[in-house]
């Protein structure tokens, strides 16, 4: 297994993700599973456990606890969140912890997240009536939590105010970061951000959410042409195990036989040449079903809205890709003067724009698709109506 040094801790390069866990029939978590991938992961060197208070509807902190329980404390790195992201009735920072320190069957955690702080969520963090950041930091200083970050599925420019409130509070960051995001969530700004104020990275969506297993039929010929033997899941890994700022790599794996192949990524085989990852870039444009939208800005000026239209276009992007949830984040912190509804029609914007995008019409489908499926606010109470239950048949 390779390993990094992050916080001052000597972490693996692969970590066990269980927002993906395997389940049975009834939908529920099955344990066994969960023991025997465990198992693996522990007797082949992987030592970073990452699981959350909402995934699996509060069940995956309970599932993972029970799986490391017969470990020595501190053979694993244990960590999870709070979900300072999702729309609650109140945050009892609290009442939130200790359940996670039970459910979890631990005394304290390694490192421990703020969940997802982006651009509708960083008021609730800097929030005086919540005490968020001030609460967790004393549980630092009790010993209670090892280290101390956050999660974050923010814009790249959104990133540095995340980074300016925290400060010297927060040791590490989580981001969402593969070949394709390089360039459609603008991860590669983010890594040159958090890279210059020295803050370690740990991804997550390495292959994003499983897209990046199966390139299409003419892509993945290429790829195997070139290494018969590895699968093409492994070439997103080996394309992340290139930046230096990634301390590990969260997978959400849901097997044992994605464990096994994962394992075997980060501990055997050649690293990508540079031709080779440059070689990604160029399938991730491939793989893209967007408009070609290089952000030159030039449609913003003569907009009588006063839309900020490459980041829209950035956010259709986004959602033509995989459907992403991350979008509807976001635009849940982007003001409502500001969404694609807002165009009206007029044109000034195409009749400039050097790619030749029907711009207004793509923006009504960027607006039909954000309305397509729950909102993000209707899926944090569906989680916390979820998790209430869990905890009411707990008592």
């Known amino acids: 297994m390779q390993y990094s040094t992050a916080c001052g801790e000597k972490i693996s390069k692969l970590a066990f993700g269980t927002m993906r866990l395997p389940l049975k029939d009834d939908g529920s978590i099955d344990q066994n599973q969960v023991n025997e991938m465990t198992d693996y992961a522990m007797a082949h060197g992987v030592n970073y456990f990452d699981t959350a208070y909402p995934y699996h509807d509060g069940r995956s902190e309970i599932a993972i606890g029970k799986a490391l329980a017969k470990y020595p404390r501190e053979s694993f790195r244990l960590v999870t969140k709070f979900p300072g992201h999702q729309f609650m009735k109140k ?131 290429r790829l195997k042409g070139l290494r018969p033997g590895e699968s093409i899941a492994s070439w997103a890994f080996r394309w992340l195990a290139e930046i230096p700022e990634v301390a590990t790599v969260l997978s959400g794996m849901s097997s044992l036989e994605q464990m096994k192949d994962n394992i075997r990524t980060f501990t055997d085989g050649t690293p990508l040449s540079e031709e080779e990852w440059n070689m990604m870039l160029e399938i991730a444009e491939t793989l893209k079903k967007g408009v070609p939208c290089t952000a030159c800005r030039y449609c913003c000026g003569g907009c009588p809205m006063g839309l900020d239209i490459p980041m829209l276009l950035a956010g259709y992007n986004d959602m033509k890709f995989a459907s992403a949830f991350t979008v509807k984040m976001q635009m849940d912190g982007t003001p409502a003067e500001k969404w694609p509804d807002k165009c009206i029609g007029c044109g000034a914007c195409a009749s400039v724009c050097p790619q030749h995008i029907d711009i207004p019409e793509v923006l009504k489908e960027f607006d039909e698709l954000l309305h397509t499926g729950p909102t993000w606010a209707e899926l944090c109470r569906q989680r916390e109506e979820a998790a209430e239950k869990m905890r009411a048949a707990m008592r």
Not at 130 to 141: A, L, N, P, T
Not at 183 to 202: F, N, W, Y
């Open 91 to 221: 945050y009892d920072c609290d009442g939130i912890f200790h359940e996670q320190l039970a459910k979890c069957g631990v005394d304290y955690f390694d490192f421990y997240l703020f969940h997802n702080v982006y651009e509708n969520s960083l008021a609730t963090y800097k929030s005086g009536e919540y005490g968020i950041v001030d609460y967790f930091v004393k549980q630092k200083q009790l010993g209670k939590i090892r280290h101390l970050g956050f999660s974050t599925h923010a814009r790249a420019e959104n990133l540095e105010e995340i980074l300016d409130f925290f400060g010297d509070r927060i040791e590490f960051c989580q981001i969402q970061l593969n070949y394709v995001d390089w360039t459609l969530q603008d991860a590669k700004k983010k890594i040159e951000l958090l890279g210059s104020r020295g803050i370690p990275v740990m991804v997550m969506e390495p292959v994003r959410g499983g897209k990046l297993t199966d390139l299409g039929e003419e892509n993945n010929a």
